[in-house]
């Protein structure tokens, strides 16, 4: 039988810092909660929004999938490797982290916000070499439709981590209908609404609920209205 639970959207940790508004879904920095340090892999869901000419100075990372979703605006992004990128909505990218980066993160623009979802996934495999990738996906264009970001594939469609991961992102109007099949068993599911109302098996979920689902082979989706969601499937057991 499925086991489930649900985060809504007001009940995430929740950080002001002035030049950056952050929400956790996960433990994370000053914000901890015993019952929210992880979903199996998926170790941090931060919705963040950075003020215009403000961002992060340069920090360090080690094994860890680290991925960034644009949503508004453009994330200027440098690091140890030599990548110099901006990444734009309609964009994802991913840093395997491995045996050790450092890099930076700033609003390109001087006035507006930039919004982002800041996401790490545990690895299958640690002390690797590191290695960056930035892809673009088309929402619009394959409306009512789950489009996929990411995977544990390279020659799949979207960025690929080490991890035995599958992420998708849809845009539906209302009253689409699809099953979502899990790709590996073992596998779990989180669901992030990013916009609009939709159900999971029945369940309904509004703008920035998440809701997890494990223990079952898939789930139906229904957009009760317009809807956006990404889709992060991970393995339970790291």
Do not use: C
């Not at 869901?45 to 508004?72: C, Q, T, W, Y």
């Not at 599911?189 to 609009?196: E, H, M, N």
């Amino acid at each position: 039988m499925a086991q489930t639970l649900i985060h809504k959207a007001g009940t995430r940790g929740a950080a002001d810092h002035g030049w950056l508004k952050s929400f956790h879904t996960f433990s994370f920095a000053n914000y901890y909660n015993p019952e929210r340090v992880q979903f199996g892999a998926l170790r941090v869901l931060n919705d963040d929004a950075v003020n215009g000419g403000r961002g992060f100075g340069e920090h360090p990372h080690d094994n860890m999938e680290i991925i960034s979703i644009a949503l508004k605006g453009e994330l200027q992004h440098e690091d140890s490797m030599g990548n110099i990128a901006v990444i734009a909505p309609g964009e994802i990218q991913v840093m395997s982290a491995g045996t050790g980066i450092y890099h930076t993160e700033f609003n390109k623009d001087g006035d507006n916000a930039v919004e982002f979802l800041q996401i790490w996934v545990f690895p299958n495999k640690r002390n690797v070499s590191p290695r960056y990738d930035q892809q673009k996906y088309d929402l619009d264009g394959k409306a009512n439709t789950l489009v996929q970001i990411l995977s544990p594939n390279q020659d799949d469609e979207g960025v690929w981590i080490y991890q035995d991961a599958w992420f998708n992102l849809g845009k539906f109007t209302a009253q689409t209908t699809l099953d979502y099949q899990l790709h590996k068993p073992g596998n779990g599911a989180y669901i992030f609404v990013l916009k609009g109302d939709l159900k999971v098996d029945g369940q309904v979920l509004e703008t920035r609920d998440g809701y997890g689902i494990w223990d079952n082979a898939g789930f139906s989706l229904e957009a009760t209205a317009g809807a956006e969601v990404l889709i992060m499937e991970v393995p339970m057991s790291i």
